[in-house]
């Protein structure tokens, strides 16, 4: 087997697994291959090396976030990275690449695409073996140009599937029809008929406007921002005059309207798996690969499915499924105290250690951070300053505990940052979401559709197993999870069966005398 310095990796030696892994990737005869490994497995590095061994022509990494994007570039300094254009600055004008004039006539109609940033980074990138995306951009720019690939691998795949709806749904705004018709955004609410008929009749009368060709002259910022905006709704016509029932119409007045797919397979093919020969998706939380598959649009007969261990010692790991109370909507103050009350205890167990409480609501986390007596020691956030919060929080050398309803994905607390993880409330998705509700699509007598319910636990073990990795991220880092919803035992049971092997044997039912006091008090 080759060597990663022979690959040009900045590794001596390979993981252990890793060498396997790559093995099965490269000889895989399947277009699909999914890699389910957990943390320290080393993905990003499997990722990079399978592109070189396979000898792949071109290859197209997608991550998350522009941050992964980072962490991507500072280890393998060669991939060529895209960002989208509102990250660069247009040369003819005082604005952002995104409301340049090229936006609605193309680069070759400027005279100096050949020295503008976002043009040099995306001429480097259909240049170089390996490039580097973030979804939100892929899907919406970047698969049209990128689609002639030897090898696609995304990585953090278990979000990919809702990237992909963000990619094609289709919002529209009173504004934007102002913008690009003069007039007024109807309000048709759940009627298919009439939305079908005023979207039909909005293409029409958009269409010459919209394909006609534009001189250069008449262009500035707002006029750029115009055409777009009737050709964007002209594109998003064109979709609704085929509205049917697969789509959810959310109303969101005074800010407009949206359409929403219930499910998104449809769309997969087309928007991932038809740009390259060979797709490697990759993640820490595959789980059930039927569910991975069935989300994004692959046939389960095309797909190779890999499983890499831990390496991580259990016993640096350990799960502690705690049952204190049930945390659900509308649950009364008692039972919220007494959930307080066992995150205190558990904080007086880690006097001086950081540690992270998730609790995938903003209510509860008011009501944590209110009514803990330790509540000197917490930090919060909200939904503006949450990347601020969470680099203080990292920074902070005092035993600050992080209460927060997002952060199971994405973060990266090791060693001292956090020794211990508490979950209060299981991260079910929103019923209230309408597009859950749908896919859940409760019956006349209240029954829930198998696929959706299927779906709807997959995606929380996702969640789940994904949130009690936060604070482990070396076989020599050490973390404690506690697991204090009492709606944990029937769901482990319910799940148990598709929960990786190096989860569960981490995984131990423990009672506290203190806590079992505390719930008669």
């Known amino acids: 087997m080759i060597t990663p310095r022979e690959l040009e990796l900045p590794v001596q030696d390979w993981r252990r697994y890793q060498e396997q892994a790559l093995i099965d990737i490269v000889s895989s005869s399947e277009p699909v291959i999914i890699v389910e490994a957990p943390t320290g497995a080393g993905k990003s590095l499997l990722a990079v090396a399978a592109a070189r061994l396979i000898g792949a022509r071109q290859t197209a990494i997608v991550c998350h976030t522009k941050q992964l994007q980072a962490q991507y570039k500072s280890v393998f300094g060669d991939l060529a990275e895209v960002t989208g254009r509102g990250n660069h600055p247009c040369l003819i004008q005082n604005s952002t690449a995104e409301d340049a004039p090229c936006t609605v006539l193309g680069p070759k109609s400027c005279e100096v695409v050949g020295k503008c940033p976002y043009y040099q980074q995306l001429f480097r990138a259909l240049e170089a073996p390996i490039s580097l995306h973030n979804y939100a951009y892929w899907m919406n720019v970047n698969d049209r140009l990128f689609n002639d690939l030897d090898l696609l691998v995304l990585d953090e795949c278990h979000l990919a599937e809702d990237q992909l709806r963000k990619s094609v749904e289709i919002g529209i705004t009173p504004a934007k029809v102002y913008r690009a018709t003069e007039s007024k955004?109807?309000?048709?609410?759940?009627?298919?008929?009439?939305?079908?008929?005023?979207?039909?009749?909005?293409?029409?009368?958009?269409?010459?406007?919209?394909?006609?060709?534009?001189?250069?002259?008449?262009?500035?910022?707002?006029?750029?921002?115009?055409?777009?905006?009737?050709?964007?709704?002209?594109?998003?016509?064109?979709?609704?005059?085929?509205?049917?029932?697969?789509?959810?119409?959310?109303?969101?007045?005074?800010?407009?309207?949206?359409?929403?797919?219930?499910?998104?397979?449809?769309?997969?093919?087309?928007?991932?798996?038809?740009?390259?020969r060979k797709t490697l998706l990759l993640s820490a939380t595959i789980l059930d690969a039927q569910h991975c598959c069935d989300g994004l649009g692959s046939p389960e007969s095309e797909v190779r499915v890999l499983r890499i261990p831990s390496t991580f010692p259990k016993e640096n790991r350990p799960v502690f499924l705690m049952p204190t109370v049930k945390v659900r909507h509308g649950m009364s103050d008692h039972e919220k105290e007494i959930l307080v009350d066992a995150i205190d205890i558990i904080l007086e167990d880690h006097p001086n250690e950081k540690g992270l409480i998730h609790t995938a609501n903003y209510e509860l986390t008011k009501f944590i951070c209110k009514t803990?007596?330790?509540?000197?020691?917490?930090?919060?956030?909200?939904?503006?300053?949450?990347?601020?919060?969470?680099?203080?929080?990292?920074?902070?050398?005092?035993?600050?505990?992080?209460?927060?309803?997002?952060?199971?994905?994405?973060?990266?607390?090791p060693e001292e940052q956090c020794r211990f993880i508490v979950v209060a409330k299981l991260p079910y998705p929103?019923?209230?979401?309408?597009?859950?509700?749908?896919?859940?699509?409760?019956?006349?007598?209240?029954?829930?559709?198998?696929?959706?319910?299927?779906?709807?636990?997959?995606?929380?073990?996702?969640?789940?197993?994904?949130?009690?990795?936060?604070?482990?991220?070396?076989?020599?880092?050490?973390?404690?999870?506690?697991?204090?919803?009492?709606?944990?035992?029937?769901?482990?049971?319910?799940v148990y069966k598709i929960l990786p092997g190096w989860f569960k044997e981490a995984l131990k039912e423990k009672t506290n005398a203190k806590i079992i006091a505390a719930q008669f008090k």
């Not at 499910?263 to 798996?273: N, P, T, Y």
């Not at 779906?455 to 697991?483: H, N």
């Open 430 to 494: 929103n019923l209230g979401d309408e597009q859950i509700k749908r896919r859940m699509k409760f019956d006349a007598e209240g029954n829930v559709n198998p696929r959706g319910q299927d779906w709807y636990l997959w995606l929380t073990a996702c969640t789940l197993v994904q949130s009690l990795g936060r604070g482990m991220r070396s076989p020599e880092d050490k973390c404690t999870s506690y697991v204090l919803d009492a709606n944990v035992t029937t769901f482990i049971k319910r």
């Open 185 to 276: 955004l109807p309000d048709y609410g759940e009627d298919y008929v009439k939305w079908r008929e005023w979207a039909s009749n909005t293409y029409d009368s958009l269409h010459d406007v919209a394909t006609a060709n534009i001189e250069w002259s008449m262009l500035d910022p707002e006029a750029v921002r115009e055409i777009r905006a009737i050709r964007s709704l002209h594109d998003d016509c064109a979709l609704l005059k085929d509205l049917d029932e697969d789509w959810i119409i959310q109303e969101a007045f005074p800010r407009g309207v949206r359409f929403v797919p219930v499910w998104v397979s449809k769309f997969g093919q087309d928007k991932i798996f038809s740009k390259s």
């Open 372 to 413: 803990s007596r330790h509540c000197g020691r917490m930090v919060t956030h909200s939904t503006a300053d949450r990347t601020t919060v969470l680099d203080s929080f990292k920074k902070d050398k005092r035993p600050s505990v992080l209460v927060s309803p997002s952060m199971t994905t994405g973060t990266d607390l």
